[in-house]
């Protein structure tokens, strides 16, 4: 029998808990924490605020990667999927922010979550300066997969491998 299709709301919630992850495991090095809280810091936007942005940015583009897949080859990457995928391709790419947002209608993103989703909105839709700040919250994923990368030495580093790393 086959597995039975995951629904959108069970993929967001795990899109949402490996950008979770991935943070969770780089903070694990206190230097390299606070630096990236530094940096937030530097672009006058409370640390927490930014931190909980950088997240849900990063669980958008697993999402994305998940619809892609859905409009190309008729499925959803499911969970197990995209825990899959090295983080590298997670966060390349051209996609446009507004393109990040396809397909979350369907779900419903916890309080802290949701409140970050329409921060994101905002700087996306409403002003032309704020892209500056999307580039910025870019950059942070990009800097935070490239120095686990790095630490892992594995250029295929993927959620699945970061689980593996911390319970051994």
């Excluded at 995951?6 to 979770?20: H, L, M």
């Excluded at 409370?46 to 619809?67: E, I, Q």
């Excluded at 993927?158 to 911390?166: G, H, I, P």
């Amino acid at each position: 029998m086959p597995d039975p299709v995951e629904s959108p709301q069970e993929i967001w919630d795990a899109c949402a808990a490996y950008g979770d992850t991935v943070f969770e495991v780089h903070d694990q090095v206190a230097w390299q924490r606070d630096r990236r809280m530094d940096w937030y810091a530097g672009w006058r936007m409370s640390a927490p605020v930014a931190d909980g942005l950088s997240r849900t940015l990063l669980a958008l583009r697993f999402y994305a990667l998940s619809n892609d897949a859905a409009v190309t080859t008729g499925r959803p990457l499911t969970r197990d999927d995209l825990a899959g995928i090295p983080l590298a391709g997670v966060i390349s790419g051209t996609r446009r922010h507004y393109e990040l947002f396809a397909g979350l209608h369907a779900v419903t993103p916890d309080a802290v979550r949701s409140r970050s989703v329409n921060i994101l909105k905002l700087l996306t839709y409403e002003q032309h300066g704020n892209a500056l700040a999307l580039a910025r919250l870019d950059a942070a994923i990009r800097a935070t997969a490239d120095r686990l990368i790095e630490r892992y030495r594995s250029p295929g580093l993927t959620v699945r491998d970061l689980w593996a790393a911390s319970e051994g």
